[in-house]
């Protein structure tokens, strides 16, 4: 574990250092989408409103806010009211040199603020801005609210989730959102490199909702549905399309992770549970018979997995090549060896005052992790800095 670094980082670890992000979204969407590109170096000046700031703030755990030490780090603050002429002012001016705008208002409210396409224009005709909404800027739903569990529970994600005879299962996590963040990054990194070498820019609006994303990584459902007719049940942890795979208890009550599609890795289960003729066995011999015998391949490997300690039960996989691991929870994470070894947590100090262990920046570059250059920022800490001048003198 390190600390969070204050320094300025090389330019290959850092590589929008010269990109400036305003962000006036709310809670975790838009602050996804900032934290990715924060962490690449990007200058993102996250714009909230007097008093409690952005609402993120208020997710915290003993007075502490966790989410905000963790999506806020390497980002500015500046408080403004956009309800007031000044406040609108001076946001057009942030405006004026930026690079993206994130928000993630109902549809329309940015035309209301007389902030639609044509005004950027005249602001900005460089400006990339990314519209996260629950639903679309158009449609259907497009004025309806758009929380993140309703987008989880509509796409279809809750209806695989859990097991067949329970109810459907919401994500314990902002899911929605955070998919939504990560794709709208990717957009706006794709369009930032084209405006850059348009000799004739125009405002490019990316319309992100929380749904489409989330329902893109779920896997062919529409086209298996198409070929059935049949909704896919419920399975748990286990798969629909390969099997063995599903959580196995050990005998001290640890819980190991198996998933063995391969036939190379099956010969080695086989061979490693005592039953080397697994293969031979009708019920286990085809993809679609073991997946049919479900039940009965489970409770072979589960049987000799209950007689095993967890470290014997890693050491049993580990020897035989096979893909197992532990379920592991944050309090085996904190000092896992693995976590330790790729320096996956860093200290950062809070507002309210302990140091808390948040996530490092989660990929290398050449071998080098960017360093986290600064912690999450308090309300409007950095108004003297954005707000006295121009983004552009600023960045001179």
């Given at each position: 574990m390190s600390d969070i670094e204050n320094t300025n980082q090389d330019s290959g670890l850092a590589p929008l250092s010269n990109v400036t992000v305003i962000d006036l979204s709310r809670l975790v969407s838009g602050n996804m989408m900032t934290h990715v590109l924060a962490d690449m170096g990007a200058k993102v000046i996250k714009v909230e409103s007097p008093g409690k700031g952005d609402e993120l703030r208020s997710w915290q755990r003993q007075g502490v806010s966790t989410y905000w030490a963790a999506y806020a780090r390497n980002k500015d603050s500046v408080c403004l009211n956009l309800r007031e002429p000044d406040g609108l002012d001076s946001l057009k001016n942030l405006l004026s040199n930026a690079d993206i705008l994130v928000e993630n208002f109902r549809p329309g409210t940015l035309e209301k603020m007389g902030l639609g396409r044509d005004a950027l224009e005249l602001i900005n005709p460089r400006l990339i801005v990314v519209r996260?909404?629950?639903?679309?800027?158009?449609?259907?739903?497009?004025?309806?609210?758009?929380?993140?569990?309703?987008?989880?529970?509509?796409?279809?994600?809750?209806?695989?989730?859990?097991?067949?005879?329970?109810?459907?299962?919401?994500?314990?996590?902002?899911?929605a959102d955070s998919v939504?963040?990560?794709?709208?990054?990717?957009?706006?990194?794709?369009?930032?490199?084209?405006?850059?070498?348009?000799?004739?820019?125009?405002?490019?609006?990316?319309?992100?909702?929380?749904?489409?994303?989330?329902?893109?990584?779920?896997?062919?459902?529409?086209?298996?549905?198409?070929?059935?007719?049949?909704?896919?049940?419920?399975?748990?942890s286990r798969s629909p399309t390969h099997a063995p795979r599903n959580v196995y208890q050990t005998k001290d009550e640890k819980w190991i992770a198996l998933s063995a599609g391969m036939e190379g890795?099956?010969?080695?289960?086989?061979?490693?549970?005592?039953y080397p003729e697994g293969l031979k066995d009708a019920r286990f011999s085809t993809?679609?018979?073991?997946?049919?015998?479900?039940?009965?391949l489970d409770g072979l490997i589960q049987s000799h997995i209950s007689k095993l300690s967890l470290d014997e039960a890693l050491d049993f996989f580990k020897i035989r090549d096979i893909t197992a691991g532990q379920v592991c929870d944050i309090a085996d994470l904190i000092s896992h060896p693995y976590m330790v070894d790729r320096e996956m947590l860093v200290e950062t100090q809070t507002a309210e005052g302990p140091s808390l262990l948040i996530h490092a920046v989660p990929y290398k570059i050449n071998g080098q992790r960017p360093a986290i250059r600064r912690a999450a920022p308090t309300i409007g800490q950095d108004n003297d800095q954005w707000i006295a001048k121009k983004l552009g003198d600023v960045n001179e």
């Open positions: 996260i909404s629950g639903w679309g800027q158009t449609g259907l739903f497009a004025e309806r609210g758009g929380f993140g569990s309703l987008i989880e529970a509509m796409s279809g994600f809750a209806s695989m989730n859990g097991f067949a005879d329970r109810p459907p299962v919401l994500p314990p996590f902002a899911m939504a963040g990560i794709y709208g990054a990717s957009v706006a990194l794709a369009l930032l490199h084209q405006q850059k070498s348009n000799q004739k820019p125009s405002v490019k609006e990316v319309d992100l909702s929380l749904f489409e994303p989330l329902f893109s990584i779920l896997g062919p459902q529409a086209a298996e549905y198409q070929l059935t007719g049949a909704v896919t049940p419920r399975s748990g890795t099956l010969v080695r289960l086989f061979e490693g549970i005592g993809h679609e018979a073991r997946l049919k015998n479900i039940d009965a």
